[in-house]
């Protein structure tokens, strides 16, 4: 995921600003990591540089 997509992207839930925690990146790659909600605190993982925006109830349903 590139770090300039942080400008369109919104938590799903509540329509507020996501805030980016980075575990991995590879040049203006982000690998890994995590977008949290800055107003409810929901997590959505960063996986191979693919952000999961799914809602928790959904996400958990999804066969890796």
Not at 3 to 29: Q, T, Y
């Amino acid at each position: 995921m590139r770090e300039d997509l942080m400008d369109i992207i919104c938590c799903p839930l509540d329509k507020h600003d996501l805030e980016l925690e980075v575990d991995s990146r590879e040049d203006d790659e982000i690998l890994d990591g995590r977008l949290v909600c800055t107003e409810c605190g929901e997590e959505y993982p960063i996986e191979d540089g693919i952000p999961n925006l799914l809602p928790p109830d959904m996400r958990e349903e999804t066969p890796a």
